[in-house]
């Protein structure tokens, strides 16, 4: 009978005690000041053409392996996750009349009963969002500006490619 109590007594205590840690367990998000944070997490790209930035930064979510979560191309912002532990979402807006600036913020998920901790780290912003943001854009760009010399290379190119397929 004492030791029915006893297990009581200690399961009471317990859950007292894991609440007690979930009260005064101390979020931090970063070390890093509001303005740190946001020099890691934006950049500035020289086209005032919004859309093509947001489809950009879309493909390049898909590219990286986030299965995308929410969309608001009005508001220029798309939402990702990935592996189940790392949340992305980017937002495209204009800065002037001829600059778009992509901010990106990453939350991972270190543990289930702890709350996402801010990704702060300027080389995942850079390395593993901008850099393949950036080459998305520059190729879509070169894709566009092609010379009448260019498209003519390249038709003659493919008809090659396609005779040395045939044979």
């Known amino acids: 009978m004492i030791s029915r109590h006893l297990k009581i007594v200690f399961l009471i205590c317990g859950v ?9 367990q101390e979020v ?24 093509k930035v947001y489809r950009a930064v879309l493909a390049v979510m898909l590219d990286l392996g986030y299965a995308i979560t929410s969309v608001d191309p009005e508001a220029g912002v798309v939402s990702g996750n ?12 204009a800065r002037g009349e001829e600059q778009s600036v992509v901010r990106a913020n990453a939350v991972v998920q270190t543990a289930p009963n702890l ?6 780290a300027p080389e995942f912003y850079q390395q593993r969002f901008f850099e393949p943001l950036s080459e998305a854009l520059f ?13 003519e290379q390249l038709s003659v190119d493919q008809k090659t490619q396609d005779s040395l397929e045939q044979q």
């Not at 709350?115 to 702060?120: F, G, L, R």
């Not at 760009?141 to 010399?149: G, H, Y």
């Open 16 to 24: 007292l005690a894991l609440g007690a840690c979930q009260t005064t």
């Open 28 to 51: 931090i998000l970063s070390q890093k000041s509001a303005l740190e944070m946001r020099s890691i997490q934006s950049r500035v790209y020289d086209t005032d053409d919004q859309p």
């Open 82 to 93: 990935k592996l189940a532990k790392l949340d992305l979402t980017a937002s495209v807006a």
């Open 115 to 120: 709350a996402p901790m801010q990704v702060d």
């Open 139 to 151: 190729l879509e760009a070169m894709d566009e500006e092609l010379t009448a010399e260019e498209e």
